[in-house]
């Protein structure tokens, strides 16, 4: 079971960048996948969003409407666009997966995890 993150990189403010991450070991459509970013300082994990297996999709507020998640069922890979970025937006990114997942936002609700991809968005 393994989790790989891709896509990471420097950005300027109002550009755009897009993440993948790539799921194996996985029966992919039985799995929800989430998005986290632990911004420099910061202690905890935010979740961003979340794609489940029916393939509905969440969103924190902090990215609504400028992050779009997505699901390439046969590549087994999940993408999360991110437009219109902020140097607020400067983390680690990672994704996660689990079965059943209730509160989609909560780090201990997953069990998988990728490394990580660096996303920094200057000014």
Not at 35 to 53: D, L, Y
């Amino acid at each position: 079971v393994q989790l790989v993150e891709s896509g990471g990189g420097l950005v300027q403010a109002g550009g755009s960048l897009t993440l993948s991450c790539t799921a194996s070991g996985f029966i992919f459509d039985e799995i929800d996948i989430g998005w986290f970013r632990q911004a420099p300082g910061q202690e905890e994990r935010e979740g961003i969003s979340s794609i489940s297996s029916d393939g509905s999709t969440r969103y924190a507020d902090s990215v609504k409407g400028r992050f779009t998640i997505s699901s390439d069922i046969v590549k087994n890979m999940v993408h999360l666009q991110m437009d219109s970025l902020t140097p607020e937006d400067t983390a680690v990114y990672y994704c996660a997966a689990d079965r059943k997942i209730v509160n989609w936002n909560r780090v201990d609700e997953y069990d998988y995890w990728g490394q990580g991809t660096q996303v920094t968005v200057s000014s």
